[in-house]
């Protein structure tokens, strides 16, 4: 199966900062998880070139051209995701010759499908946001830009306009087949109140004598294509390439949602207006269905309809929140942006990876604090993760000289009927067996023992039930409760005191459970922290060789295969996997 994610292109001249590696790593950890859950993924990340405020800016640095400036700046992102870890398969950039091409074509298209025209533009233009404003956004503030504080050009010229009121009724069918189009839920009514006040035709491009830097309209050099409609097009540029068409995930900051989950999928329509059109014809739809698809209600029909547009149209649109340091916006005259950079140094890209998904649920708003980074850190990566690694192997070298332990031929018999067992008890079966062991603290050693068999299950399901909302926060959730569960099982069966009883048989076996758990918690969080992962696996005798794709040691055809390790295999002390954080140290 195929999965293809995209992040936004990012504005090239704006210098990386948290918000861009928060989208990016958001990307790259469903990327990966889908990698592990066998599909064929394709990842797309980029940059965003075209425009006047860049040709203004190579012209202010002394460029010759602005395309030597942007292969400089492309590079201060490409570096940074390197740092990172980030797995992407190809890095766009709108300069790139087969994506010119493309828009070019796509813009040709729509102008002979009659969605694209020409017309007169009116009004207030802010160079730097390079958008006009509307009256009531600027009057207030002297004419000047909210944003910028700098007062706004009255500008009035030729361009081209998309039709995008033609698309408003498209829209909210197009939602209302697809529920999970616009993820999280929360930023789903927002979208469709916006579109359901009515859409204005949006301006594409403009007079190239002002802004030359960007792609010309194939059949009027006069005029630059939008940056809007020149960058949103890159998902189509590399997909179709590839062979991965529609998207299956744009992950996008909530300040840009509008444009892809409104502008966006209205300029697909329009350019894919004849084929839905021949579609529906051979669906026996009626000329009147046909022209009018967005007012079909029968529920037959309308299941043919979404199965026509799915060929088309993304799939899923995820809008994340911002944040915030220590309780205020980030800016620069607070001189408290959070440099990803600077992160990088002082806590590694793992840490960092995890604690932005687990400390704010993803898709909310979130304030980063140095404190916060810390005790997160302490509590769930040094205490839970960490401490379970360092003290199991250590265990496994004082009890079995460093070896995974031999099961006799009893031993192996009870784990397959756990995990017959295990096979057929539901997941609300497995909750409350949780619910006895690890709250109540009712239990037997054999539900101890099956326990950790059933939660691997549950956890594993979980994961891939939250993948589909891009509910990162919730996997990390599940994936930690079962590292703590590994952790209680260790206090219960106390391989210490089996030890000093000399009761070698038990030891053994739950040794093998403790280190076979281990082998599926490095699987798992492999897409969360690949370098960690590889240090996780070395302990336990596997060698990860590139960190970009989930090793094929760990993809398993079967979920619960992930629990069973080779006996009598070698394995590594290692370093300690996360030394403990001083918040002093840290700030
Ligand atoms: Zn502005």
């Not at 007169?120 to 909210?146: A, H, L, Q, R, T």
């Not at 329009?270 to 839905?276: H, V």
């Not at 005790?375 to 199991?392: C, H, I, K, Q, T």
Request: include cysteine; proline fraction near 4%.
């Amino acid at each position: 199966m195929k999965f293809f994610v995209t992040t936004p292109i990012y504005y090239v001249n704006d210098v990386p900062h948290l918000g861009h590696a928060y989208t990016t790593i958001a990307s790259d950890i469903v990327a990966r998880f889908n990698r592990f859950l066998n599909k064929d993924v394709f990842f797309l990340t980029g940059t965003d070139e075209h425009g006047l405020k860049i040709q203004k800016a190579a012209l202010e640095k002394n460029y010759d051209s602005p395309k030597k400036f942007v292969d400089e700046l492309a590079l201060r992102f490409k570096n940074l995701w390197d740092k990172y870890y980030i797995s992407y398969d190809r890095f766009i950039r709108t300069t790139d010759e087969d994506h010119i091409n493309l828009v070019k074509s796509v813009f040709l298209k729509c102008y002979k499908n009659g969605d694209i025209y020409k017309g007169v533009y009116k009004g207030y233009y802010c160079v730097s946001c390079e958008e006009f404003k509307s009256e009531s956004e600027i009057k207030d503030n002297d004419y000047k830009c909210p944003i910028h504080n700098k007062p706004c050009e009255y500008l009035e010229e030729e361009t081209y306009f998309f039709a995008l009121s033609n698309y408003e009724k498209k829209l909210l069918k197009w939602y209302k087949l697809n529920p999970n189009f616009i993820l999280p839920s929360s930023r789903r009514n927002e979208i469709i109140n916006f579109v359901k006040q009515g859409l204005k035709d949006l301006s594409v491009s403009r007079p190239s004598s002002r802004v030359k830097w960007g792609i010309k309209v194939p059949f009027d050099k006069s005029q630059t294509i939008y940056v809007w409609f020149d960058a949103l097009f890159n998902y189509m540029t590399a997909g179709l390439k590839k062979g991965f068409w529609p998207p299956n995930l744009h992950m996008v900051g909530k300040d840009i949602l509008r444009f892809h989950a409104v502008y966006w999928p209205a300029f697909l329509m329009s350019l894919y207006k004849y084929d839905i059109e021949k579609k529906l014809k051979s669906f026996n739809f009626t000329e009147k269905e046909i022209k009018n698809w967005d007012e079909i209600q029968d529920k037959k029909k309308e299941k043919i309809l979404k199965e026509i547009l799915d060929v088309y149209l993304p799939q899923k649109v995820f809008g994340h929140g911002w944040w915030t340091v220590e309780g205020k916006k980030m800016s620069k005259t607070l001189k408290n942006v959070i440099d990803p950079e600077e992160l990088l140094e002082k806590f590694g890209p793992s840490s960092v990876r995890y604690f932005l998904f687990a400390h704010v649920p993803f898709g909310q708003d979130g304030d980063f604090s140095y404190k916060a980074f810390v005790e997160r850190y302490n509590a769930d990566l040094a205490n839970d993760l960490g401490n379970l690694f360092n003290r199991s192997i250590n265990m496994a070298f004082k009890y079995f000289e460093g070896k995974v332990p031999y099961l006799d031929e009893d031993q192996r018999n009870i784990l397959k009927n756990y995990l017959n067992k295990i096979k057929n008890m539901s997941l609300k079966e497995i909750e409350e067996l949780y619910k006895k062991v690890y709250e109540e603290k009712v239990f037997e050693n054999s539900d101890l023992d099956i326990l950790l068999l059933g939660l691997l299950k549950k956890t594993i399901y979980e994961v891939i039930d939250y993948l589909e909302y891009v509910n990162l926060t919730k996997i990390f959730e599940v994936i930690w409760k079962y590292i703590r569960y590994i952790n209680y099982y260790i206090d219960k069966t106390a391989p210490w005191r089996l030890k000093k009883e000399e009761n070698i048989d038990r030891l053994r076996f739950v040794m093998y459970n403790i280190l076979s758990s281990l082998f599926a918690i490095a699987a798992l969080t492999y897409p969360i922290m690949p370098d960690k992962s590889k240090e996780m696996f070395n302990m336990l005798g596997y060698e990860v060789k590139d960190l970009k794709n989930h090793p094929e040691f760990a993809k398993k055809q079967n979920l619960l295969d992930y629990f069973f390790l080779e006996e009598g295999k070698t394995l590594r002390k290692g370093n300690i996997l996360f030394p403990r954080l001083n918040l002093e140290e840290a700030k």
